[in-house]
Structure formats: C-alpha cells, structure tokens
C-alpha cells in the first residue's frame, strides 16, 4: 500500500478499534440506550456509520456514493440487537471501506469519485468519510462511558497517566493505538456499577 493511503488505512483502522473497544465494554440490553439527553443509541450510530460506508464505498470508483438502496432515515429507527447482529452490520460496512482503500494508490488520490452527484477528489471522501466517521465514534465512546459510568475501562492515556506515558515514549502511531484497543476490547464487560466516574 502507498504511504499517503497507507496512513489514511491506519487512522479508519484506528477509529474502527475505539469503536469496538467501547461496544465490547457493554451488554446487548445496554447498546439501544439513549443518553440522558436523548439523542440516538450505539445501535442507531452502528448502523448509520455501517451505512454510510457500505454506501460511500461498495463500488467506490464506479459508482455514486449515495447509492439508491441505501435507506439513512432507517439507520436512526430503534431497533433492538444483539451485540452478535450489530457486530455483523458494523463489518459489514467497514469491509467495503477497507476493500476499497486496500485498491488505491497515492496516485489515485487525486482522481475523482462522485457522492450524491458531486464531483470529489478521493483524497477530499476519503478525509470526510474518516471526519464524519469519527466524528459519530466519540458519540459511540461517549454513550458507552456514559452507559457505563464507574466500570468504564479508559481507551486512552488515563486522567493522572499523562507523565508516566510520557516516559515511556510510547508509539503514538495510529497501528500502536489499534492494537492497543483490539487488546482492550477483548476483554468481556466489566460489571454494572453505579459509582460514578
């Protein structure tokens, strides 16, 4: 893979791992909560972001991202799922995207794709398509450490860990955060408290 695509791959790749670091931290029951605020649930999130990836990037180069099976305001109906089904929808999405990435070239970037029948550079959808999906992935590690609250496994450096990580000289590389995360997320779900964090 080229380096320019190769780097845009890693930081998808890492916002895919934070994701799925916070879903691994909930139960099925806990993933269709909405916040105290209202909003959408991680499913409804799940499901949009699936969407929109599935849609933007199945037949990437050839086609509309918007595609006409696409339905968005039926990603934000509730639903009830289990963490299995949502997984499923979210792999879905995230298999086109990475799919269609793995094909590219750093020359290809400055080529052309179209998204509801306007003209964009791939390097301009790719940078949108990362802005918005990680944009809609703090959402999703919001809800869950809100879900969570005092049993929420931190996905970053830890309030008080700043200078020890410091020290370290840690990789701060977007493939040293993935794998970090992927660690994470395998771990199952720590039991419901109602302490606060």
């Not at 791959?9 to 105290?36: C, H, N, P, V, W």
């Not at 968005?72 to 979210?90: G, I």
């Not at 990680?134 to 700043?162: E, M, T």
Request: with cysteine.
């Amino acid at each position: 893979m080229s380096p320019h695509v190769e780097a845009i791959a890693d930081e998808f790749t890492r916002y895919k791992a934070l994701g799925e670091a916070a879903i691994a931290q909930l139960d099925d029951d806990e993933l269709g909560l909405i916040g105290s605020d209202g909003g959408n649930s991680i499913v409804a999130i799940v499901w949009h972001v699936a969407g929109n990836l599935e849609s933007r990037f199945a037949d990437f180069r050839t086609s509309d991202g918007e595609k006409p099976w696409r339905d968005r305001d039926d990603e934000f109906v509730l639903r009830s799922v289990t963490k299995s089904a949502l997984l499923e929808k979210w792999e879905r999405g995230w298999r086109a995207l990475l799919a269609a990435i793995s094909e590219l070239t750093d020359a290809d970037l400055l080529q052309t794709v179209t998204i509801r029948r306007q003209q964009l550079r791939i390097d301009q959808a790719l940078q949108r398509s990362l802005a918005h999906t990680a944009y809609h992935i703090g959402q999703i590690v919001f809800l869950a450490k809100q879900i969570r609250s005092g049993g929420w496994r931190c996905l970053s450096i830890p309030l008080g860990g700043s200078a020890a990580h410091n020290a370290r000289g840690a990789d701060e590389s977007a493939k040293a955060h993935s794998r970090m995360l992927d660690q994470a997320h395998s771990i199952q779900p720590p039991p419901t408290t109602t302490s606060s964090s």
